[in-house]
C-alpha cells in the first residue's frame, strides 16, 4: 500500500511525521487531487458555470476560514478526521478555481509573461511569515489572497504568454511534460538529503551545493523517465482501451 497513492494510518508512519503517505510525503495531495477528479468525473463537470462560481465560492469561504483560524494553509497529510478536512479544503478551491478559469476565460497574447509569472512567484514565496503568535489571521489573510487571487492571475499570465521562439516552445513543453512527475518523485530524494544533511551537522554551504545540485539533476532525470517510460505509454493504453 505504501507504493500506491492509498492513505495509511498512523500505526504505518515510519518517520514520526504522522503521514500518510510516508515513503513519498507528496502523495497526501495527490490523494485529495483523486478525490477531486472523482467529483469532477462523476459530478461537478456537469455543473453550469453559474454553480460551478457558487461552489468555487464556498471553496474560497472554506479556504479563507481555515487560514485565518490557522494562520497559514499548512496540513492536510495525516489520516485522521480533522487532517482530512484540512486537505480537502486546501485541494477543492484550487482544483475546481481552475476549472472555472479554464471556462470563463480565454489566454490572450501577453508579451513577457514569464518575467511577470517569475516577479510574482519570487514576491509570493520570499514575503515572511506576517503577524506573530497573536496575529494568526495577519498571515491566513495573506495566504488566502495570493491562493485565491494571486495563483489563478500566475495561471492566466502563463497560459497568456508569447513563444518568440521554437526553443522557447520546446525548453517550455519540456517543463511542463516533466512537472506533474517531477512534483511525485522529488520527495524520496529529498528524505536521503536530509538524512545526509543530518549526518553531517556543521557542513558548509560550499561543501552542500554540489550534492543539493545532484539531487536536482537527478530528479530532473527520474521524472523524464517516468515520463517517457510509464506515463506516456500508459495514458496511451488508457486512449485506446477506452475509445
Known amino acids: 500500500i505504501?507504493?500506491?497513492i492509498l492513505p495509511v494510518p498512523?500505526?504505518?508512519?515510519i518517520r514520526g511525521w504522522q503521514e500518510m503517505h510516508p515513503l513519498n510525503s507528496?502523495?497526501?495531495s495527490l490523494f485529495f487531487e483523486y478525490i477531486a477528479n472523482i467529483l469532477y468525473a462523476v459530478w461537478i463537470r456537469k455543473f453550469s458555470k453559474t454553480a460551478l462560481s457558487i461552489l468555487v465560492g464556498v471553496a474560497a469561504v472554506a479556504l479563507v476560514h481555515l487560514a485565518i483560524t490557522n494562520g497559514d494553509v499548512s496540513g492536510g497529510w495525516t489520516l485522521n478526521?480533522?487532517?482530512?478536512r484540512v486537505?480537502?479544503?486546501?485541494?477543492?478551491y484550487p482544483f475546481f478555481a481552475g476549472l472555472l478559469l479554464s471556462r470563463i476565460t480565454k489566454p490572450t497574447r501577453i508579451k513577457n509573461a514569464f518575467l511577470w509569472c517569475s516577479?510574482?512567484?519570487a514576491i509570493v514565496l520570499y514575503m515572511p511569515r506576517i503577524g506573530g503568535a497573536g496575529h494568526f489571521w495577519m498571515n491566513g489573510i495573506y495566504e488566502s489572497v495570493c491562493i485565491i487571487i494571486v495563483f489563478p492571475l500566475i495561471v492566466y499570465l502563463g497560459a497568456s504568454g508569447i513563444m518568440q521562439t521554437q526553443t522557447e516552445n520546446r525548453i517550455c513543453k519540456f517543463l511542463g511534460d516533466i512537472s506533474y512527475p517531477l512534483y511525485l518523485v522529488h520527495y524520496p530524494l529529498v528524505y536521503f538529503y536530509v538524512a545526509w544533511i543530518s549526518n553531517n551537522k556543521g557542513i558548509t554551504i560550499?561543501?552542500?551545493w554540489p550534492y543539493a545540485l545532484l539531487v536536482l539533476i537527478a530528479a530532473i532525470v527520474l521524472a523524464y523517465a517516468a515520463l517517457?517510460?510509464?506515463d506516456e505509454p500508459v495514458r496511451k493504453w488508457l486512449r485506446k482501451k477506452l475509445g
Open 81 to 84: 478526521v480533522e487532517q482530512v
Open 206 to 208: 560550499v561543501q552542500v
Open 2 to 4: 505504501g507504493y500506491t
Open 87 to 92: 486537505g480537502l479544503t486546501r485541494t477543492m
Open 10 to 13: 498512523l500505526s504505518l508512519d
Open 228 to 230: 517517457k517510460w510509464y
Open 26 to 28: 507528496v502523495g497526501w
Open 119 to 121: 516577479l510574482l512567484v
